[in-house]
């Protein structure tokens, strides 16, 4: 064989072992990830999801937020219903979250950002797991990078930057129902309060006749002049006009157990704001018998229909505790038996109003009279002498 031919033979023979290598490199690349899925089998089974969990820092979960039936709880709060919006978006968060570039697989990389074992104490990240029809779905989710989160799935060593980003808290307390009362002013007959060392009163609603209008024959008005009054010959006769409504009945407040000596507020100062009773929210739930309710402070409010709920406060440290007790409303009765809940201090203060705010303030002692400086007496002339 030639020399030519030999260098020829072993230049192809080169060509053929690159273009394999080069091959088996690409088969074994991992694949772009750019755009996936993070939880590639959640979509499909969002509706089969029936826990979740969040881990910070211990093994055991700081927030369980299950199914129980057809209803969310919360276990860490003796199942007390969940804020169902919460889950949802957290699951069609995490549903959506796609994979935007590759981080570090180095677990001594792991803590800066933010992905190391959510299991262990002092963890900055923390881990979702949830429960699924397939199984069960792992993810820490760490800091916050551009518009996501560096996240890693548990179960792996490459974490990822994912978005959008996943917001979720790991406290109990942010994941109860916090609807608690939505009673309007208009439903409301009495409020009777007895606070837990002070003077008690009741509010009753009362309904006056409408001040009568103003005798139109007094009025200073100038009359119409007769010509335009008189229908012109031959011309119709001109409609009655429509009587004015007869004005509505006044529904006011008014105060019992007004001390000697004082005076009620005006009927605006005695009705509770628009917003007390309305819309009132907690902030966190707890059994009854971890509040120190020894003494309470209890209000009872009636409504036009004859139902009556009662509200029981306390004040624990700078927190205030409320129990709620509603005979005739069935759902409410199944929230609140056994429970206490924390409201915001300025909503515990407009609830339990004391009787001083309802009266007439004092008016403000006069202050003492100061001495004006002293005179100094006018000295005598001296007697002058003798006349001759």
Same mark, same amino acid.
């Given at each position: 064989m030639s020399r030519q031919r030999l260098m020829m033979l072993t230049i192809v023979a080169l060509f053929a072992i690159g273009a394999a290598l080069l091959l088996a490199n690409r088969r074994n690349a991992a694949p772009d990830l750019h755009g996936a899925?993070?939880?590639?089998?959640?979509?499909?089974?969002?509706?089969?999801?029936?826990?979740?969990?969040?881990?910070?820092?211990?093994?055991?979960?700081?927030?369980?937020v299950h199914k129980q039936g057809d209803q969310w709880t919360v276990a860490e709060r003796g199942n007390y219903p969940a804020d169902v919006s919460k889950v949802r978006k957290l699951l069609l968060t995490l549903s959506? *979250?796609?994979i935007r570039e590759e981080k570090t697989s180095n677990p001594?990389?792991?803590?800066?950002? &933010? +992905?190391?074992?959510?299991l262990k104490a002092g963890a900055t990240g923390s881990q979702i797991e949830l429960l699924a029809k397939s199984g069960k779905l792992d993810v820490i989710v760490g800091k916050p990078a551009s518009q996501g989160n560096f996240v890693r799935r548990a179960a792996?060593?490459?974490?990822?930057?994912?978005?959008?980003?996943?917001?979720?808290e790991a406290e109990p307390r942010f994941w109860i129902d916090t609807k608690l009362l939505d009673i309007a002013n208009d439903k409301i007959q009495s409020i009777e309060f007895k606070p837990a060392s002070a003077p008690g009163y009741t509010l009753r609603r009362v309904t006056e006749p409408a001040p009568k209008p103003a005798d139109t024959k007094t009025s200073s008005a100038p009359a119409e002049p007769k010509a335009a009054a008189a229908a012109a010959p031959g011309s119709a006769p001109a409609a *009655?006009?429509?009587?004015?409504?007869?004005?509505?009945?006044?529904?006011?407040?008014?105060?019992? &157990? +007004?001390?000697?000596?004082?005076?009620?507020?005006?009927?605006d100062s005695l009705s509770p704001l628009p917003s007390t009773f309305s819309s009132l929210t907690d902030e966190d739930v707890s059994a009854a018998g971890d509040i120190d309710f020894s003494k309470p402070s209890i209000l009872t409010v009636t409504l036009t229909d004859g139902s009556v709920i009662t509200l029981t406060g306390t004040a624990v440290g700078d927190k205030r505790w409320i129990q709620v007790s509603a005979p005739k409303d069935a759902a409410l009765t199944a929230k609140a038996t056994g429970r206490a809940f924390e409201i915001a201090s300025y909503r515990y203060d407009q609830v339990f109003r004391p009787l001083e705010q309802l009266l007439v303030p004092k008016p403000a002692p006069a202050p003492p009279k100061t001495p004006g400086p002293a005179s100094s007496p006018v000295p005598k002339k001296p007697p002058g002498p003798p006349k001759p």
């Open positions: 899925s993070l939880l590639p089998s959640l979509a499909a089974e969002l509706d089969t999801v029936t826990s979740l969990s969040v881990f910070k820092g211990s093994p055991t979960p700081t927030v369980t959506d *979250a796609k001594e990389s792991y803590t800066v950002i &933010g +992905v190391e074992d959510a792996e060593k490459t974490s990822y930057v994912a978005e959008p980003g996943i917001f979720f *009655a006009a429509p009587p004015p409504p007869a004005p509505a009945p006044v529904s006011k407040f008014v105060l019992d &157990g +007004v001390p000697s000596g004082r005076q009620a507020n005006n009927s």
